[in-house]
């Protein structure tokens, strides 16, 4: 059981990044899945969630209007797309899988994979 992140990378202020979650040994179909972030000095913070269920979405405040997650069933695949990335969204983002979630809770989470690191140069 595996969750893969992966797409992180440098990019000016403005420019775009889409990360990819992929999971390999079970089916995300069933898991609502989670960005979180980890910026250098702070505490992880949820970034954005899709349900198990309906597919309804959740983004956090600062990102809202700017990032759009979606699921690709048929890949088994969770996509982050970010636009007009800020010096401040730079961090290691993580996704993570829940159970038969409706949310992400930080502390709620059952698999998660390892980071990638996303740098906004200014």
């Known amino acids: 059981v595996q969750l893969q992140a992966s797409g992180g990378g440098l990019v000016q202020t403005g420019g775009s990044l889409r990360l990819s979650c992929a999971a390999s040994?079970?089916?995300?179909?069933?898991?609502?899945i989670g960005w979180f972030r980890q910026a250098p000095g702070k505490e992880r913070e949820g970034v954005s969630c899709?349900?198990?269920?309906?597919?309804?979405?959740y983004y956090a405040e600062s990102v809202k209007g700017r990032f759009t997650i979606s699921r690709d069933n048929a890949k088994n695949t969770v996509y982050l797309q970010m636009n007009s990335l800020k010096p401040e969204d730079t961090a290691v983002y993580y996704c993570?899988?829940?159970?038969?979630?409706?949310?992400?809770?930080?502390?709620?989470?059952?698999?998660w994979g390892k980071g990638t690191l996303v740098t906004v140069s200014s």
């Open positions: 993570a899988a829940a159970l038969y979630g409706s949310t992400c809770d930080l502390d709620g989470m059952d698999y």
């Open positions: 040994g079970f089916t995300l179909d069933y898991y609502a």
């Open positions: 899709i349900s198990s269920s309906d597919g309804s979405t």
